[in-house]
């Protein structure tokens, strides 16, 4: 070997072995480190264990490695840790393997939907609850896991309540105490039957246990950031709990005189103000989205040039869900020397992910939450202000390492008037796919809190319209179990279906993939009008899926053309230029491609005719039609839409390229509320296809 590289190697080996040191001492000094005997004899001792813990105590990196030490894993098995964000279990997942010194995937690893990095060897295993509620459709009995650690637990998202419902009963499943291998009742018996033998009863929900299986208990630990493990602990029978202390340094408080009328704006001021006038620190500042945090950076980077010369400089950084994995890690790194690092972060820094170095928060007092109206039947995302406890815990953010300093954009006073805590999701959102998760039952489900009832009855209302149901309000066959396979939304798995019998799935699956980023067209306020000139080369006067088609196309046809003229880092930055060019988010279209690809193997798998309908466009958008007809408006004679299904009045968002032409009739996939309600992602339709391609619904109404 020549001696260059040796030098080389062994420099390596240095720096590797000094980082190795670094992250035990880090381990060890977490407040976690001091009890971790004590905690694996409490996961011995009880079945169900309840773990509340400060935030940046170690649960979510340390728990696992002890359990595994422990012997968790023997004969194969496997630990499972959910989280409610795939961010969560992507860089965690990272994190650990990079603790174990192992290579992820192998011994550690994560899936969530769409992206994998586990193996036959993986042992410690990060997932969304989500991946795990389907891998419960597969395998009943989770048989592979001797413990499964529900993470959050306190953010109370449907997929976390309704994991909770399931894993009571896997529990009861595998444990011993039920010799007669029977009497569970299963929510998911659609797909038990493909696993199991299933009793020949009166066609309720019970299972027999499979014949010659010896399952081993199942370990189940709940654990939680807030305080209060009540709720938790009176859900599982009286469950123990045990509170883990946490390090939490004083912060303190300060709140705007008067309410700010534009809070990105304020946080934009509170930054600069903050970097130019206190010591060093890095900051967090919360905001609700990737267009907000996307617009945050731009402004950001455009006033750097204007900072004095010699002073600190500033890095800014970014982290939300729709992020590549390999950026999202960008926030852990230490900022370089002469660097603040400003950290522009949804919700997810609240609780899921710890980033080190934070001396100062802004909290503007916003987060983007689902609504759901039963009466209406309408799901929408709004921005809402935060609970207090959520305020309390970004403030407590500041606080980990050393004193800090969090900065509130909302008076005093309205810090009083918030909610104590957020309500569970389950009680705001639309319910139809629950079918789909597991939930066979859902007016019976044991719930830790049960949806209302109007709520229930509308998403079983609504999933029959979509022809998921049979009268007895069991999937039907093959639409309702077709679309149970999807991991998407039911009108997403609807549309799916339907377009590969109007023969345009290939056009369908852009259109949901596309729908499932944020958003991929971004305009700065201040160039409202070179983005809008820009968009037009794409745009389609027959609305705006067949703008994103074109997007995606065209995209398409340049990464072609280009990958075979030039080397691959040189393409992907030829391609951010043409996605700059052209006002196109490269990370949303990024991801959306990523997502049509995964979707399209499901689609191939389950045998879907892939075809396009070529140029005949009128045929996608009468199955845009078929598909969203429940999300139809009709235009009033002032301007406005009527929502035809919800009665409401709503409006074309500015960004549709409708907006301007007004057609008579359209679908929209998303309805956004702020001021006013909106509607984006449009497609115009003639009003007569309505009842023609959906006479189920249409024919009810008038
Ligand atoms: P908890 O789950 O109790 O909130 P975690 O186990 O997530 O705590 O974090 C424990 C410690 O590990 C924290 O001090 C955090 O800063 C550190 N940590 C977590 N993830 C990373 C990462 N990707 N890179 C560097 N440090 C990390
Ligand atoms: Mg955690």
Known sequence: MPSVHRSNFSNHQTQFSERKQKIIQQRKSLPIASVEKRLVEEVRKNDVLIIVGETGSGKTTQIPQFLF??????????????????????????????????????????????????????????????????EALLDPYLSKYSVIIVDEAHERTVHTDVLMGLLKNVQLARSSSVSDGQGLNFGNKNVNNVMLEKENDQGGNFLKKPRHEKFAPLKLIIMSASLDARTFSEYFGGAKAVHIQGRQFPV?????????????????????????????????????GQEEIESVERLINEKLPQLPQGSQKLLVVPIFAALPSEQQMRVFAPAPSGFRKVILATNIAETS?????????????????????????????????????????????????????????YPEKEFEKLEDSTMPEIKRCNLSNLKALGVDDILGFDFIEKPSRAAIIKSLEQLFLLGALTDECQLSDPVGHQMARLPLDPVYSKALILASQFNCLEEMLITVALLSVESIFYSPRDKLEEARTAMKCFSSPEGDHITLINVFRASNDFLEKRSMEMSMAKSEKVYR????????????????????????????????????????????????????????????????????????????????????????CVIFNELVQTNNKYVRNLTRVDYLWLTELAPQYYAMQN
């Open 69 to 134: 030490d422990a012997g968790f894993c023997r004969d194969g098995r496997v630990i499972g840790i959910t989280q409610p964000r795939r961010v969560a279990a992507v860089t965690v997942a990272k994190r650990v393997s990079e603790e174990c010194g192992v290579e992820l995937g192998l011994k550690v690893g994560y899936s969530v939907r769409f992206d994998d990095a586990t193996s036959e060897s993986t042992r410690i295993k990060y997932m969304t609850d989500g991946l795990l509620l389907r």
């Open 353 to 409: 992910v710890t980033i080190p170095g934070i001396k100062f928060v802004i909290d503007p007092g916003f987060v983007k939450a689902r609504s759901y109206d039963p009466g209406k039947g309408m799901e929408s995302l709004i921005i809402v202000p935060t609970s207090k406890s959520q305020a309390l815990q970004r403030s407590g953010r500041a606080g980990r390492e050393r004193p800090g300093k969090c900065f509130r954009l």
């Open 577 to 664: 230029k043409w996605c700059k060019e052209n006002f196109i988010n490269s990370r949303s279209l990024r991801h959306a491609r990523d997502i049509h690809r995964q979707i399209q193997g499901h689609v191939e798998q389950m045998g879907l005719n892939l075809s396009s309908c070529g140029d005949d466009m009128l045929q996608f958008r009468r199955c845009l039609a078929a598909s969203f007809f429940l999300n139809a408006a009709v235009k009033q004679p002032e301007g406005t839409y009527r929502a035809l299904a919800s009665g409401q009045v709503v409006q074309i968002h500015p960004s549709s390229v409708l907006f301007r032409q007004k057609p008579e």
């Open 252 to 288: 303190d408080i300060f709140y705007t005189r008067h309410p700010e009328t534009d809070y990105l704006d304020a946080s934009l001021i509170t930054i600069f103000q903050i970097h130019l006038e206190e010591g060093p620190g890095d900051v967090l500042v919360f905001l609700t």
